[in-house]
């Protein structure tokens, strides 16, 4: 039995179950109609997993590319494709691949910031992905960067004890949960930390478990901004929690999601 398909099949099943917001994509809808010419942009979406961004994207007429690195999210979002020919996805590793160029926008949506997932300093590893956006764009074209961002993540990063985030059963009649024991965050290094696992049960009957252990960098306004500054590009609107009122500088309490336009220069 392969159990890492199983468990990967799983995952991207529930994943795109449970995932499935829309205010955000349609935050991003308005942000595009409002600061483009109105004409189909040419969109490049980083890791665009399942479709649940560039889908849509390609309803609304644009012309949109996708990749992704997790061939399982990807077969669905190949099904949801069906009938749409202004849409492109392939397989690649955003940090290790070239992400083409003379996009109108690339998109780092889904807080794909905070989730990276790569055996790079973490921190590098977020540079690295607002560097390749600036490099795809063309002169004029425009980064939509929309990430968490807290006024003080030690009260969020913070959680001592067991939590599950997912569970089902997929279309092939795996059941499983997500578990989380907890993760740990250094206000110096700024990396949170934590570990859980997978509990899986294959349709056969078989359990097994899949450990889970995991880091991230949380970054700070201030560094965002500079990364998007030595990146090329300059901030032209900020936008605070999917609502027109701008970031303010240095962020307030209230804040928890940030999106930024910024222009390659």
């Not at 349609?26 to 980083?46: A, C, K, Y």
């Not at 997790?70 to 190949?78: G, K, S, T």
């Not at 990146?231 to 930024?260: C, F, M, Q, W």
Request: aromatic letters at 12%; hydrophobic letters at 35%.
């Amino acid at each position: 039995m392969n159990k890492d398909f199983i468990a990967k099949h799983w995952y991207a099943y529930i994943y795109e179950q449970m995932e499935n917001q829309t205010h955000d994509v349609e935050f991003l809808l308005e942000v595009l109609r409002r600061n483009t010419d109105g004409s189909p942009q040419r969109i490049l979406e980083v890791a665009c997993g399942g479709g649940r961004i560039c889908i849509p994207l390609a309803q609304a007429g644009h012309m949109v590319t996708g990749f992704d690195a997790d061939e399982h999210m990807l077969l669905r979002c190949y099904r949801r494709m069906k009938g749409l020919s202004n849409i492109t996805c392939y397989k690649a590793d955003a940090l290790s691949s070239d992400w083409g160029f003379g996009f109108d926008v690339v998109v780092l949506g889904g807080n794909i910031l905070i989730n990276i997932e790569s055996d790079m300093d973490y921190e590098k590893a977020q540079q690295t992905f607002i560097r390749k956006a600036a490099m795809a764009l063309r002169p004029g074209g425009h980064l939509y960067l929309d990430f968490d961002l807290h006024f003080n993540p030690s009260e969020i990063f913070n959680g001592l004890g067991e939590s599950s985030y997912f569970n089902g059963t997929d279309d092939l009649g795996t059941w499983g949960r997500t578990v989380s024991c907890g993760e740990a965050y250094d206000p110096v290094t700024r990396i949170c930390t934590g570990t859980g696992h997978w509990e899986i049960k294959a349709n056969n009957g078989e359990s097994f478990v899949i450990p889970q252990r995991w880091y991230k960098h949380i970054p700070t306004q201030g560094q965002v901004y500079g990364w998007i500054s030595e990146a090329g590009l300059s901030v032209e609107r900020t936008y605070k929690n999917y609502t027109d009122e701008p970031l303010s500088e240095p962020i307030d309490e209230s804040t928890h999601r940030a999106t930024i336009w910024a222009r390659r220069n």
